[in-house]
């Protein structure tokens, strides 16, 4: 039986309790656990998981603050991609649980190690990485990815650094191999004045990638195709439709959204950078906005005093995220509390080691753009 299949198997007697019930029983394993355990809960996670959380924010913030904890159990309301960084962050004797086994990333799945080892060999077939070519992830990659990075002279980015390590990588490599986020790094890449068709898409599927030697030779920025099933699924006539029928509203929206949104949006940045924009923004002030639904929807309940909407009515949450319920985390905590560690995300110390070199990398690079900006 699958670790998937079992974990279903056990907790159908969650399933059948009462909400209140589920709520008081998370709590009270809390209670118990005290300081040895420490839940953290994503932005795009549901609110009846979110209420629980001692800390919330992104996925890599989320895990660095629970690494500055001295909580044994890291219980990581999020996806697998997240629990993963969480274990390369955390301290030896930190544990991670993924109270549901299922929830994973749609983006991170599209991109495997063998494929990207692939590309690159066939990158090297063809001669490309005679050049310096440097590969970057996004964070929303696999652990492994992220040590084929640290293997490669390559650095892990977020939504909101993804800038300035394109500014120090643009200058000191002839190219760049970005994965898995084909939007996300194609916005960035137009910031930088990098053309579209400097610019080549590389399908997994086919040989070269889809592309010609030539192509990939002349490329500056070589995209993985992948995207978010979220915020992939935003359009144009989107951003066209609010403007119309809500004059008045400005729209901001996330770096992972097609660029032909992004262009036409106000504003876009990270998840932080979004819900810092409209917090500071004036009582009355009208926003439309191009995330996940469970977020915009937690904006709306904080500042009742400004028009907030999601920029697309009919666009639902992130499906993997919102695999965790209560009843997930409920069977965690429980058996926490009874000394068995279920659904514990371990990440073996060689993809660790590399995985580490990527994202101090980033840090380093981060840090050093922000020094040359004072």
């Not at 609110?47 to 904890?69: P, R």
């Not at 359009?235 to 439709?241: G, M, Y």
């Not at 660029?259 to 504003?267: H, N």
């Not at 926003?287 to 920029?311: C, H, M, S, Y």
Request: hydrophobic share 40%; aromatic share 8%; with cysteine.
């Amino acid at each position: 039986m699958s670790a998937v299949l079992e974990q279903t198997r056990v907790i159908e007697d969650y399933l059948v309790m009462p909400d209140a019930e589920v709520a008081e029983r998370i709590e009270e394993a809390r209670r118990e656990l005290g300081p040895r355990v420490v839940i953290l809960g994503h932005h795009y996670q549901r609110d009846d998981v979110i209420k629980h959380a001692d800390l919330t924010g992104d996925s890599y913030q989320l895990s660095v603050m629970a690494s500055q904890t001295e909580a044994e159990y890291i219980v990581f309301c999020g996806v697998h991609f997240m629990a993963e960084s969480a274990d390369i962050l955390g301290k030896d004797h930190q544990r991670v649980i993924l109270p549901d086994l299922g929830a994973g990333c749609s983006m991170a799945d599209m991109a495997s190690i063998d494929q990207v080892e692939d590309a690159w060999e066939q990158l090297r077939e063809i001669g490309v990485l005679k050049n310096k070519v440097a590969p970057i992830t996004y964070m929303n990659s696999t652990a492994q990815i992220k040590a084929f990075c640290g293997r490669n002279e390559g650095v892990v980015c977020t939504s909101s650094n993804a800038i300035p390590l394109f500014d120090i990588y643009l200058k000191e490599f002839d190219k760049m191999f970005f994965f898995p986020d084909q939007h996300l790094g194609r916005n960035t890449g137009s910031k930088f004045g990098i053309l579209l068709d400097k610019m080549v898409l590389w399908n997994p599927h086919e040989e070269l990638g889809g592309n010609t030697e030539e192509q990939l030779h002349e490329a500056k920025l070589i995209l993985w195709r992948g995207h978010c099933s979220v915020h992939g699924r935003f359009k144009a006539w989107h951003v066209d439709k609010i403007r119309e029928d809500h004059p008045g509203m400005q729209v901001i929206v996330h770096p992972e959204c097609p660029k032909e949104v992004v262009d036409l949006a106000d504003l876009d940045g990270s998840t932080s950078f979004i819900i810092k924009t409209v917090e500071n923004s004036p009582a009355g002030s009208k926003w439309a906005i191009g995330t996940e639904v469970n977020l915009v929807n937690r904006l709306q309940a904080r500042f009742p005093d400004k028009e907030i909407r999601l920029l697309a009515h009919d666009l639902c949450m992130c499906a993997t995220m919102y695999r965790i319920a209560p009843q997930n985390l409920a069977w965690a905590m429980e058996n926490l509390v009874d000394g068995n560690v279920v659904n514990e995300i371990v990440v073996d110390d060689k993809t660790k080691h590399f995985a580490n070199v990527a994202l101090k990398r980033m840090i380093d690079f981060t840090e050093t753009g922000q020094n040359r900006e004072r």
